[in-house]
């Protein structure tokens, strides 16, 4: 089946450091990839996506692209701030079957410091 | 303002209780999930459904029930059967394929705690 790993937290950095968050998937087909981020008491919110290969997503600074010769969608942001800690999820999704399942990987905290 | 609307946010069942938990939403989607999302193991799909009248069971189905009588509606039910229910419990909604863009859109959360 589906699955998705990211790299485990918590990452701690300063502000203005560079971030990288890994991620890799497993699929069957030709899923669309998202990140999602997740602020501390709430429910998720749409970061950025990437529907097939070669395509680059970005948001807010961050950005991920869609490599399918590596299975990955890492997450980079030039130059994190404060406000940028949070959970973040890498996901997938199966539109097999006319369905739109996501599959998300175990999340990735990220905690920026001063 | 389009969105889902979970509630309550916060609730708490006693051991034997069934408890339903809302979720609404105004964005036309055909299609709803409910996640339920557990310290470091990420979100589990719970059930969903494409269309109204029709849900399929997702990962852990097991001591969780649904309806969909309408577009709007997704209710979760969580019985007496589950035997770990205290987590936080996600519902989320989309377009389905052919649609357009079809990115999940996730209400804020209910956290249920058994007592």
């Known amino acids: 089946g589906d699955s998705v790993t990211q790299m485990e937290g918590p990452v701690t950095l300063s502000e203005e450091a560079f971030l990288t968050i890994n991620c890799t998937y497993t699929?069957?087909?030709?899923?669309?990839l998202f990140w999602y981020v997740q602020y501390p008491g709430e429910g998720l919110q749409l970061l950025l996506k990437?529907?097939?290969?070669?395509d680059k997503g970005s948001n807010k600074g961050f950005e991920a692209t869609y490599r399918k010769e590596t299975t990955s969608f890492h997450l980079e942001k030039g130059s994190v701030q404060v406000s940028d800690s949070a959970v973040y999820f890498c996901?997938?999704?199966?539109?097999?079957?006319?369905?739109?399942?996501?599959?998300f990987g175990t999340g990735t905290q990220l905690k920026v410091e001063l | 303002d389009g969105g889902i609307t979970q509630s309550p946010k916060y609730l708490f069942r006693k051991e034997g209780q069934n408890v339903t938990l809302s979720c609404e939403q105004n964005?036309?989607?055909?299609?709803m999930y409910w996640y339920r999302q557990d310290p470091g193991q990420g979100l589990r799909l719970i059930y969903y459904?494409?269309?109204?009248?029709?849900?399929q069971k997702g990962d852990i189905a097991e001591g969780y029930s649904v309806s969909r009588e309408k577009k709007e509606s997704f209710p979760l039910t969580v019985t007496s059967a589950q035997k770990n229910p205290t987590a936080f419990y996600l519902c989320?909604?989309?377009?389905?394929?052919?649609?357009?863009?079809?990115?999940?859109?996730f209400g804020q959360g209910t956290r249920l705690t058994v007592v």
């Open positions: 989320a909604s989309s377009r389905t394929p052919g649609q357009g863009d079809t990115e999940a859109f």
């Open positions: 699929a069957t087909g030709y899923p669309s």
């Open positions: 990437a529907t097939k290969a070669d």
């Open positions: 996901a997938l999704s199966d539109e097999t079957g006319g369905g739109n399942k996501l599959t």
């Open positions: 964005l036309n989607h055909d299609a």
């Open positions: 459904s494409q269309i109204v009248n029709d849900f």
